[in-house]
């Protein structure tokens, strides 16, 4: 029986394009060699998200317990049921989505798939038995792994990714983390606030390099605050994976050598190709037009596997897109406009431009901003550190980048990413009331602000 | 039962009126013989008359929009009664689609834009579907969002659609006249192409905008210059013995008559402003002055105050630095009324196109020698000046021109008055 859809790889570009499709009328199939939900939600955003709020709980009895006028005594944890937690609340999800395809009648293909030719693809079980199917579009979504650092190799113990430092047997005593982008970044948090020792190395000017600098430069503060030793500038030299702990020579301001038990490799992502056809590939990903089409026709492909930016909510977005193009008549888009989150303690999230972006391309801005120190909200919850920062086109006033270091700061950027989507200008968002007392009113007085009209701050 | 409003035929050439407003809102009340609404024809504005009782239940052109004779206004419906089921159909296909939307365009939403055909969003309560800074930017390009398509979301219109828009004229309601495309030369081995500078484009699209959207008139008189030729010649003399001393041209003479004609017959000195008149405070005249690459016209201000000498001063002060290129921008914006003056080159008639948003321009040609006929019936050698004045008839009629043109030419004749 031919399909219309294949779909390769169960990831939330995968399983969303599937569950799409089906919704669209389509006989759609989807193959995953290990789990449904992808690296996003076995080995990612989910998973994390467990084990960051474990840390946040932990660190804050830890250290603001008397703030909040509260004793602890005897505080511990069960590093295995840290692990336990997170793992519980992947596996229950993943469920989820086997649910949601039986629900959606899309066949859920357990292999690992061959791209045999337009309309053919093999799935290799793992007993080894292979099947031949046949489908009228195929869909590739899937995805990437962590990027090894040259002549550093993983071991699962020593020197490690993401997907090993979220399953770790035994809490590292000291870690050094090599790259400073979100996935660096959390893992930072994460451990130090469990005791760890940790260092972070970043070869660029700032930590989470692709935020406004002035988040960057807030976030370091609060980081270092924290305990956590920040090198920006530096690059790794050398690199010496004993088997028992690691040294890893670095070159910033001055050269040093840095030991740890283990070393946390976040310097990016690398392309999980099909095997099979050969398709056209630019660094690895694979090259699309404006139909999410590759080189090979009938053949699609989706998410991390196109190339950046390397988010689950793209990937999600650009499966619908291309199966919408395909099957509703739509007119697919390219990605454009999206939010970016890091969910350290204080919470990173931002859509579109940086102020550095704006003053390189040319455009005309004002900048509005609020502390929290000045909202009350912040102030009663006793989390008052960041800011909201909003950029606004100089003429018309609209929004034309949002960034937020703070409280339920990925929360809150939804606004502004819809602010940015609905083209609205600042008139619309002083037009809205926001409710009181919120941590939202921040993005109503950083308009004002922008206009002189701030009530709570010099303007 | 439901009525449907058409356009009524209001005069005999029309073929299609402009609503300029309507004087009855969706949910009043309304009794045959009362009046509606107010519609612009080729020849003037007349209000609209009821022929049903009803309730004004949906209106579906809106107030600025035009629709071609028959094309359906508004819906009426008894008190109580339910919309028809076929509403809907009614109101998308409210205006027969003209003949201009035979093939799709896919470059731009020109093509929509012809006369008579509306886009869906046009329909019901007009409600347009546009983002803030789409709007804020259709308002200040003159862009009617009505005739634009979508790409946004839904259909919205964003930025990049009121971008890729083609601009009506600045503030009238009148079809944007790009929708003929243009008509081009053949260009020889030998030729030579030159492309526009930023003036020449602007002199192309102000003067086309003002030949297809503002309905010229022309009105044309001789006036005896003989009176102004010895005065000037009297006062130039006594002038140059005096301190401030001070050469007058005959152009001098003929701003200062233009303007103090202005200040007697204000109507004049006025702008059309798509649902208004504009009548200005002060007379400020705009000098038409030849320049290298073109034409340009600076701005004699607040000229209803200012003496022969003044305005002398100004004009040469103007047009030097004009042609030296040393005028300010704020130097050419605001003027009400211009002056051409093509005497110097030997022109011996010929009219101008309005300098938009002016109602009014005024053209001057060379004085010459004429046989005429005097008081006393005999052929004498005369001195004659033809003086063309073109008209936007939304603001100026027939004969308050005429009454403009009699000051002037009763200064003109008598130019002492002009010192009074």
Redesign the interface.
């Known amino acids: 029986m031919a399909y219309d859809l294949i779909v390769i790889g169960g990831g939330p570009a995968g399983y969303v394009g599937a569950i799409r499709a089906a919704q669209l009328g389509k006989k759609v199939a989807c193959v995953e060699m290990d789990r449904a939900g992808g690296t996003c939600l076995n080995w990612g955003c989910i998973p994390t998200k467990s084990l960051l709020k474990n840390a946040e709980i932990y660190h804050l009895l830890k250290h603001q317990a008397d703030q909040y006028g509260l004793k602890v005594e005897g505080l511990s944890y069960d590093w295995d049921k840290v692990i336990g937690r997170s793992r519980s609340v992947a596996d229950r999800l993943a469920g989820g989505i086997e649910f949601l395809f039986k629900k959606n009648g899309v066949d859920y293909i357990r292999g690992e798939a061959t791209l045999e030719s337009p309309g053919k693809v093999a799935v290799t079980d793992s007993a080894g038995a292979k099947t031949v199917h046949e489908t009228t579009d195929i869909l590739v979504a899937t995805g990437c792994v962590s990027r090894p650092f040259p002549d550093f190799p993983f071991n699962g113990k020593t020197v490690i990714g993401s997907k090993e430092a979220m399953v770790l047997a035994e809490q590292p005593k000291e870690i050094v983390i090599i790259g400073a982008g979100a996935i660096g970044i959390e893992f930072a948090y994460f451990f130090n606030a469990f005791g760890s020792k940790v260092t972070v190395v970043e070869m660029m000017p700032h930590i989470l390099p692709v935020e406004d600098d002035e988040v960057s430069k807030t976030l370091e503060k609060s980081f270092k605050k924290q305990g956590i030793n920040i090198l920006t500038n530096t690059k790794v030299t050398g690199t010496k994976d004993s088997g028992s702990g690691v040294e890893i020579i670095v070159e910033g301001k001055e050269k040093q050598m840095l030991k740890a038990d283990t070393a946390l490799i976040a310097i990016g992502v690398a392309p999980v190709l099909p095997g099979g056809m050969e398709l056209k590939a630019d660094r690895g990903y694979l090259v699309t037009d404006d139909t999410y089409q590759t080189s090979a026709k009938g053949i699609y492909a989706a998410g991390d596997i196109i190339g950046p930016p390397w988010l689950a909510h793209v990937a999600s977005w650009e499966a619908i897109q291309c199966v919408e193009g395909l099957y509703a008549g739509g007119t697919p888009k390219k990605v454009d406009v999206f939010p970016g989150c890091t969910y350290c303690h204080p919470q990173v999230a931002s859509v579109g431009l940086t102020e550095e972006a704006a003053k390189e391309n040319g455009i005309a801005y004002k900048v509005g901003k609020f502390p929290f120190q000045a909202s009350g909200k912040a102030q009663a919850v006793g989390d008052s550190e960041g800011f909201v920062k909003l950029l606004f086109g100089e003429k018309h006033g609209e929004v034309i980048g949002a960034h937020i270091i703070g409280p339920d700061a990925t929360e809150m950027i939804a606004e502004l990413g819809l602010a940015i989507t609905l083209e609205a200008t600042k008139d619309d968002l002083e037009a809205t009331i926001h409710a009181h007392p919120t941590l939202a009113e921040a993005v109503h007085e950083a308009t004002g602000q922008a206009y002189g009209h701030a009530i709570h701050i010099p303007n | 039962m439901a009525t449907i409003i058409e356009m009524p035929k209001l005069s005999d050439t029309m073929t299609e009126g402009t609503l300029v407003r309507w004087l009855k809102n969706p949910g009043d009340e309304i009794e045959v013989g009362m009046e509606i609404a107010e519609i612009e024809t080729d020849k003037a504005t007349m209000s609209m008359e009821a022929f049903d009782d009803g309730i004004l239940h949906e209106i579906y052109v809106q107030a600025g929009e035009k629709a071609p004779l028959g094309g359906k206004l508004a819906l009426l419906l008894e008190d109580g009664e339910e919309p028809p089921a076929l509403d809907k159909e009614i109101s998308s296909g409210s205006i027969p689609v003209t003949a201009m939307e035979e093939e799709e365009s896919t470059e731009s939403a020109a093509a929509t834009s012809a006369v008579g055909s509306l886009p869906e969003p046009v329909s019901g309560g007009a409600r347009v579907k546009a ?4 709007r ?2 259709a308002a200040e390009r003159g862009v009617n969002l009505t005739q634009i398509q979508g790409t ?2 839904g259909g ?1 219109i ?2 990049r659609d009121v971008e890729n828009a083609p601009v009506a004229g600045a503030s009238l309601v009148a079809a944007p006249p790009s929708a003929v495309a243009a008509i081009r030369p053949t260009i020889g081995a030998n030729d030579e192409r030159i492309p526009l500078t930023g003036m020449r484009t602007i002199i192309a699209e102000r003067l086309l905008a003002s030949k297809t959207q503002i309905p010229h008139f022309y009105l044309n008189i001789d006036v005896n210059a003989a009176p102004l030729l010895a005065f000037r010649q009297q006062i130039n003399q006594a002038s140059e013995k005096s301190d401030n001393a001070n050469k007058y041209t005959i152009n001098d003479f003929i701003l200062k008559a233009v303007v103090q004609s202005a200040v007697a017959v204000p109507d004049v000195n006025a702008s059309f402003d798509v649902d208004a008149i504009i009548r200005f405070a002060s007379v400020n005249v705009s000098v038409a002055v030849a320049v290298d690459e073109g034409l340009v016209t600076p701005v004699i201000r607040d000229a209803q105050d200012k003496s022969l000498l003044e305005i002398s001063r100004s004009v040469k002060d103007l047009a030097a630095r004009a042609r030296a290129k040393k005028l300010a921008p704020d130097e050419f914006a605001g003027g009400t009324l211009t002056v051409s003056n093509l005497g110097a080159y030997g022109i011996d008639s010929f009219d101008a196109i309005i300098n938009p948003p002016q109602a009014f321009i005024i053209a001057i040609s060379s004085i010459r020698k004429t046989p005429v006929v005097d008081a006393n019936d005999q052929i004498v050698i005369g001195q004659r000046m033809a003086i063309g004045m073109s008209c936007d008839h939304r603001v100026i009629d027939g004969a308050v021109g005429a009454q403009y043109l009699a000051e002037f030419r009763r200064l003109i004749e008598n130019p002492a008055l002009m010192l009074l």
Do not use: C, F, Q
Request: glycine fraction near 10%; aromatic fraction near 0%; charged fraction near 25%.
């Open positions: 983002s803030p800074l789409a804020k930017i946004g979301p919205r964003v930025k």
